[in-house]
């Protein structure tokens, strides 16, 4: 025999789910917030950026150019070895 639910419990499941209906209504605003920021915890934004450039999809690469700078020997007035320190 299959096992059946009375009538008062059909009442009190029914009475049940019109509470939480109303009370659903007042908090579908915060559901929707929460919900957002679980979304975006779960699927943060960076991975929907896509890359600005990618150097596969180019096709060509630019080559470095460097330029040789010429280096020169700035003549000081050290001194000769000899001759002690100026400041201590």
């Given at each position: 025999?299959?096992k059946r ?14 509470g939480i ?24 934004p960076s ?42």
């Open positions: 025999m299959k639910f009375s009538i008062a419990t059909y009442v009190v499941l029914g009475l049940a789910l019109i209906a109303s009370k659903a209504l007042q908090l579908i605003i915060p559901i929707i917030v929460f919900g957002a920021i679980f979304f975006l915890y779960k699927y943060p991975r929907w950026r896509k890359p600005a450039f990618s150097t596969k999809s180019s096709g060509r690469t630019k080559e470095k150019r460097t330029r040789n700078a010429s280096f020169r020997v700035i003549d000081g007035n050290k001194g000769s070895p000899e001759e002690p320190p100026k400041y201590h």
